[in-house]
C-alpha cells in the first residue's frame, strides 16, 4: 500500500482530472462551463508548475462533469 502525502495527492488528482478532460474531447473552458468554475482555475490545477489543491467540493464538480466516480481521480497514472 502506497502512503501519499499532501503534494503528491494533489499532483495525481490534477493530472486524472487533465487526463479525463482530454477523454471527454473538454477545452477547459467546456469544463468550466459545465463546473461552475473559472477557466483561470481549471487552467491554473491543469498547469502543475502552479501550486493548487482542489477542494472536495471542486473534486465532487469535476467528478460529476466528467461522468466518472470521485474516486478515479486519484487512480495512478501510467
Do not use: W
Not at 16 to 29: D, E, F, L, P, S
Not at 44 to 69: R, W
Amino acid at each position: 500500500m502506497n502512503i501519499y502525502d499532501k503534494n503528491t495527492l494533489s499532483h495525481l488528482v490534477r493530472k486524472n482530472i487533465r487526463k479525463y478532460r482530454k477523454m471527454r474531447g473538454y477545452t477547459m473552458q467546456e469544463l468550466a462551463d459545465k463546473t461552475g468554475l473559472t477557466h483561470q482555475y481549471i487552467r491554473d490545477l491543469e498547469c502543475l508548475n502552479v501550486d493548487k489543491t482542489p477542494t472536495l467540493e471542486s473534486l465532487g464538480k469535476f467528478a460529476n462533469a466528467l461522468e466518472i466516480d470521485i474516486r478515479q481521480l486519484f487512480d495512478d497514472i501510467d
